[in-house]
């Protein structure tokens, strides 16, 4: 059961454009979701968080759109640079008791931006 | 920002060996660390939570004989693959996260490959 879906494994984008990068998720107890970037044989890389109290949440390139009632959220990147290009998680977690903390990711989207 | 570190980076064993793969927390505490395990080009799959001074709490599936895991520190969580074989070849990531927040500060990774 795949609560948290990233259904575009990859995406291909112009440097200096926009990249939208989707996230949508199940499970209506999430209430704070994590953007990560990842590159390979190394670990994420924390990129933007936002809270279920929020719609967006800015910081400088990157910003993330939070859609609750379509259980929806996406990362934009703007203006993409060459050095934007890894793979992006979507991650998700449920306010506290024992699920504190946990995380749960998405399948991930490969990003590249091309010069 | 805090940093995670993993020892080793890549280890090769054969079939029937055990191997233990440390993670540690360098300028934080954490009473709790997270495992994942990473299949080629799929997410981050959450196998079990490190509890420092207590057992660790196992995701659903995920063999608690097989993969142990001993929080002997605040700084410190260990995970050993027992009687490793081939298909438990994965890339094992572990995490800790900041106290009171959903912030999480991943490691950088060990790439396990058992022959």
């Known amino acids: 059961d795949q609560q948290v879906k990233q259904n575009s494994p990859s995406l291909s984008v112009q440097e200096g454009r926009i990249s939208i990068l989707n996230c949508d998720y199940t499970?209506?107890?999430?209430?704070?979701f994590l953007w990560y970037k990842k590159y390979p044989a190394e670990g994420p890389t924390f990129l933007i968080s936002i809270s279920s109290i929020k719609d967006k949440n800015e910081d400088g390139r990157f910003t993330v759109f939070l859609n609750k009632s379509a259980k929806h959220l996406s990362l934009h990147i703007v203006p993409s640079q060459p050095g934007d290009s890894a793979v992006y998680f979507c991650?998700?977690?449920?306010?506290?008791?024992?699920?504190?903390?946990?995380?749960?990711f998405g399948q991930g989207t490969i990003l590249t931006v091309h010069p | 920002g805090a940093v995670v570190s993993q020892h080793p980076s890549w280890v090769i064993c054969k079939s029937g060996t055990s191997v233990k793969i440390e993670c540690r927390s360098l300028?934080?505490?954490?009473?709790?660390m997270f495992w994942y395990r990473q299949f080629p080009k799929q997410s981050l799959m959450l196998m079990a939570t490190s509890n420092e001074g207590s057992k660790a709490t196992y995701e659903q599936g995920v063999e608690k004989d097989k993969f142990l895991i001993n929080h002997a520190s605040l700084t410190l969580s260990t995970l050993t693959v027992t009687s490793a074989h081939p298909e438990d070849s994965s890339f094992y990531i572990c995490?800790?996260?900041?106290?009171?927040?959903?912030?999480?500060?991943f490691g950088p990774g060990t790439r396990l490959t058992v022959t």
């Open positions: 499970n209506s107890m999430f209430d704070y």
């Open positions: 300028d934080f505490q954490a009473t709790t």
């Open positions: 995490s800790a996260p900041v106290v009171r927040t959903y912030e999480q500060y």
């Open positions: 991650a998700a977690s449920a306010l506290g008791g024992t699920s504190y903390g946990k995380l749960t």
